[in-house]
């Protein structure tokens, strides 16, 4: 079998398809840490969402949910895709969720993309007024569709 993530920028990732629609192109913008070191940076436009482990170091993502009432990503359906160590996720690694049909290009400071997700456009829920990072049940980032970018500092 194929292996289920692979480097970029040269490699396709792993995708998981609940019906996309291709339209514009991925966001730019380059991350910046967190004073505490210990944050996840979100960066999105209107096609695409990247979570993106800005750090030094390994983060554990064990629980990480995402979304609002239009659409929800977690980290199972992350892992349904491709394994990979949600306990220690590597520093420069990202998650992605899109509406492209085509793979969209990480930002930047993402050197390795683990899991890609498409999802309508409907569900696409950065879009659409604010969204919640969670690790758990616990809040840890209250976003703004309009901001396309949001840090979320981990407990």
Same mark, same amino acid.
């Given at each position: 079998?194929?292996?289920? !993530? ?6 396709? *990732? =792993?995708?998981?398809?609940?019906? $996309?629609? +291709?339209? #514009? ?47 929800? !990503? ?6 349904? *895709? =491709?394994?990979?160590?949600?306990? $220690?996720? +590597?520093? #420069? ?63």
């Amino acid at each position: 079998p194929a292996p289920a !993530s692979v480097a970029l920028p040269t490699s396709t *990732v =792993a995708v998981a398809t609940a019906g $996309a629609a +291709p339209v #514009g192109a991925p966001p730019a913008a380059a991350a910046t840490p967190t004073p505490s070191g210990r944050s996840l940076t979100l960066i999105y436009d209107a096609n695409t969402l990247f979570v993106l482990n800005n750090t030094s170091g390994a983060l554990d993502l064990t629980g990480l949910n995402i979304g609002n009432d239009v659409g929800r !990503s977690t980290i199972d359906r992350w892992l349904a *895709v =491709a394994s990979f160590p949600t306990s $220690a996720f +590597p520093a #420069g690694h990202c998650l992605g969720v899109t509406t492209r049909s085509a793979e969209p290009l990480p930002p930047l400071p993402c050197r390795f993309m683990r899991s890609l997700l498409n999802a309508t456009a409907s569900r696409a829920y950065w879009t659409q007024g604010e969204f919640v990072v969670r690790i758990g049940d616990r809040e840890i980032a209250r976003c703004s569709a309009a901001a396309g970018r949001c840090d979320a500092p981990l407990p």
